[in-house]
């Protein structure tokens, strides 16, 4: 019923939906009415009616159901769907309105089996998975939605209509507090919400718990150097402690070290929270040990929110952000260092340097050196 609800034709007319359909141009939006309208020259490749196309959007009150089960999907759409499909991120949104996001799949079917409607019609059983098919008549196309019966919802066609392209790239108005973490509670409430499921979130909380105490006085100076993997951070780090008789922390601090490999398994919002809660442990520690001598902190803050704001916004870097957006500032409640460097090489140098380390890479590490644009973000 809830799902039926919230995609409901009232609500329905007012969601615009973005389609990441080509990572070098924009998405494209589409919204739906009652009108038929013949579509724009981008949008009639999407819709080119030699396949069979489908969209699923998850949606849940409970927003660590709803980003596991979001994962799961696409996980399981890239094993199970034949090779001719093609599989697009998509969203459902209200421009310009945060967290209004929800975000889903458009599915192009261009094989002759009926395997993705099949999978698609297990995912439907799913409470929190809506899922549509686009059909044509004519010039024009129109959105049903599927029940979970695999029948049509029985409403007024909905058509598909060009829409006008959003300020904001839509991946950008869910990032607070789902992928970048402004204040520590923030990032706290998701792992105290999913203890249920992932036990040694407990354990986390304990540790923030017993580390935090954050006041920090006129100590000696702070100084964060930041960079991509092999750009030199832990040379440059350790020579500074030694020059300048440092303290030398890193974020995530050693104490979190053990779980990492459990927080990196999971959905964006599970595995940041960590990392953001990370940052508040590492600045208790940099509160500390600021009293005593100078402090070099290996990552922080800037690692945390540039992962984070990279994963999360699909397509081009025109989407991110626009600079001097809210999503940079810095959390109101974080330890401040005096000083952050953020050390560049070129992706020559670094492919170099990482092929003579010859060590495993982190899943993201891999991505960061076969993505150029994951980079570049
Ligand atoms: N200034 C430099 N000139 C040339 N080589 C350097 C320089 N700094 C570091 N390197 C070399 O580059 C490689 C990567 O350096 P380092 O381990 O310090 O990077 P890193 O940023 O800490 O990497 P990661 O984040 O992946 O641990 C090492 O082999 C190191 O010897
Ligand atoms: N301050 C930090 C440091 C790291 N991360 C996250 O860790 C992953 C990559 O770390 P490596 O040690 O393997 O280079 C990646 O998921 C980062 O998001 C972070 O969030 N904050």
């Known amino acids: 019923m809830l799902k039926r609800a919230m995609f409901r034709c009232g609500q329905l007319c007012s969601?615009?939906?973005?389609?990441?359909?080509?990572?070098?141009?924009?998405?494209?939006?589409?919204?739906?009415?009652?009108?038929?309208?013949?579509?724009?020259?981008?949008?009639?490749?999407?819709?080119?009616d030699d396949k069979k196309l489908f969209s699923l959007h998850v949606h849940s009150d409970n927003r660590?159901?709803?980003?596991?089960?979001?994962?799961?999907?696409?996980?399981?759409?890239?094993?199970?769907?034949?090779?001719?499909?093609?599989?697009f991120e998509a969203y459902s949104f209200i421009p310009d309105v945060k967290n209004s996001v929800v975000k889903g799949f458009f599915i192009r079917d261009k094989s002759t089996t009926t395997l993705a409607e099949d999978v698609l019609k297990t995912l439907q059983e799913s409470k929190s998975v809506c899922v549509f098919s686009y059909k044509r008549e004519g010039q024009y196309y129109w959105q049903e939605m599927l029940t979970t019966c695999n029948q049509v919802e029985e409403s007024v066609r909905q058509y598909i209509t060009p829409a006008a392209a959003a300020e904001h790239h839509p991946s950008t108005l869910n990032i607070r507090n789902s992928d970048v973490f402004y204040c520590m509670h923030e990032a706290y409430e998701v792992l105290q919400e999913c203890t249920d499921i992932i036990?040694?979130?407990?354990?986390?909380?304990?540790?923030?718990?017993?580390?935090?105490?954050?006041?920090?006085?006129?100590?000696?100076?702070?100084?964060?150097?930041?960079?991509?993997?092999?750009?030199?951070?832990?040379?440059?780090?350790?020579?500074?402690?030694?020059?300048?008789?440092a303290t030398l922390l890193k974020s995530p601090p050693q104490c979190l070290a053990s779980f990492r490999q459990r927080f990196d398994s999971e959905p964006p919002l599970i595995r940041r929270a960590f990392y953001a809660l990370g940052n508040y442990i590492t600045a208790a520690h940099i509160g500390k040990e600021s009293l005593r001598a100078p402090v070099i902190v290996?990552?922080?803050?800037?690692?945390?929110?540039?992962?984070?704001?990279?994963?999360?916004?699909?397509?081009?870097?025109?989407?991110?952000?626009?600079?001097?957006?809210?999503?940079?500032?810095?959390?109101?409640?974080?330890?401040?260092?005096?000083?952050?460097?953020l050390l560049t090489v070129s992706p020559e140098?670094?492919?170099r340097r990482l092929r003579d380390r010859g060590q495993d890479k982190t899943?993201?590490?891999?991505?960061?050196?076969?993505?150029?644009?994951?980079?570049?973000?």
């Open 15 to 48: 969601r615009v939906f973005a389609v990441e359909f080509d990572l070098r141009t924009e998405p494209l939006y589409f919204t739906l009415s009652s009108n038929p309208q013949v579509l724009h020259h981008a949008h009639q490749q999407l819709f080119a």
């Open 64 to 87: 660590i159901e709803k980003a596991q089960t979001h994962a799961e999907i696409k996980h399981k759409l890239s094993l199970t769907l034949p090779r001719d499909c093609d599989v």
């Open 199 to 245: 036990p040694e979130s407990k354990e986390v909380l304990k540790l923030v718990d017993e580390q935090l105490e954050t006041s920090r006085g006129d100590g000696f100076p702070v100084i964060v150097i930041e960079g991509l993997d092999a750009t030199g951070k832990t040379t440059l780090t350790e020579a500074l402690r030694e020059s300048l008789n």
């Open 298 to 341: 290996d990552r922080y803050w800037h690692s945390t929110a540039a992962y984070a704001i990279a994963t999360a916004v699909g397509g081009r870097v025109e989407n991110l952000p626009k600079p001097g957006s809210e999503l940079y500032q810095w959390p109101e409640d974080l330890l401040k260092p005096n000083l952050v460097l």
């Open 349 to 351: 140098e670094r492919l």
């Open 363 to 377: 899943v993201e590490e891999a991505e960061l050196e076969i993505n150029q644009l994951f980079r570049l973000k």
